[in-house]
T-cell receptor, first 112, second 113 residues
Framework: DAEITQSPRHKITETGRQVTLACHQT?????MFWYRQDLGHGLRLIHY???????NKGEVSDGYSVSRSNTEDLPLTLESAASSQTSVYFCASSESGRLKAFFGQGTRLTVV | DAKTTQPPSMDCAEGRAANLPCNHSTISGNEYVYWYRQIHSQGPQYIIH???NNETNEMASLIITEDRKSSTLILPHATLRDTAVYYC??????????????FGKGTLLTVNP
């Protein structure tokens, strides 16, 4: 069965370190999205991609970057982790032009 | 971009129908309405979507008013496992002919025994 997986599920890192969160989907979807979720803010869009070599900034993109070198993967990189980036991160994918999206299980990131 | 308004919370008795309203009075003629839910600490889950006709699937029914300014998600026989935050989303243009998925605050539905 097709799926979308995130790794790691939990990570603790130190302030200032570079961190990469992985997202891999086997749906062959062109669209992929990254969100963060914090208490009081709900789900906020960080970056999204509509296909290979395409990336776009969401509403909270500062301090994050993504690259799309193939259809299956959209890794999220925190260039220099900050305590404000402690959050739960969700990845999602959908077909082009559609918003029936499938979400990963989430990655809980703690920056100390 | 069309915005949505949902009540912050609702309660429902187990076994009864849960009717979750959503107002989207600024919706355009070609914008779809999507519903998702998020059970505590899990990733959001797609439920249903529609344009103007009522829709039904194995999870829920979606009723869209004739003027399309509001919709109601119906869970016909709510169970305790339906306790979740429910999000009503209007498809938002993200660039070209593609769209992005943007979440509001949603409605916390609590199903009580």
């Amino acid at each position: 069965d097709a799926e979308i997986t995130q790794s790691p599920r939990h990570k603790i890192t130190e302030t200032g370190r570079q961190v990469t969160l992985a997202c891999h989907q086997t749906w062959n979807h062109n669209n992929m999205f990254w969100y963060r979720q914090d208490l009081g803010h709900g789900l906020r869009l960080i970056h999204y991609s509509y296909g290979v070599q395409d990336t776009n900034k969401g509403e909270v993109s500062d301090g994050y970057s993504v690259s799309r070198s193939n259809t299956e993967d959209l890794p999220l990189t925190l260039e220099s982790a900050a305590s404000s980036q402690t959050s739960v991160y969700f990845c999602a994918s959908s077909e082009s032009g559609r918003l029936k999206a499938f979400f990963g299980q989430g990655t809980r990131l703690t920056v100390v | 971009d069309a915005k949505t308004t949902q009540p912050p919370s609702m309660d429902c008795a187990e076994g009864r129908a849960a009717n979750l309203p959503c107002n989207h009075s600024t919706i355009s003629g070609n914008e779809y309405v999507y519903w998702y839910r998020q059970i505590h600490s899990q990733g959001p889950q797609y439920i249903i979507h529609g344009l103007k006709n009522n829709e039904t699937n194995e999870m829920a029914s979606l009723i869209i008013t004739e003027d399309r300014k509001s919709s109601t998600l119906i869970l016909p026989h709510a169970t305790l496992r339906d306790t979740a935050v429910y999000y009503c989303i209007v498809r938002v243009k993200g660039g070209g002919s593609n769209y992005k998925l943007t979440f509001g605050k949603g409605t916390l539905l609590t199903v009580n025994p």
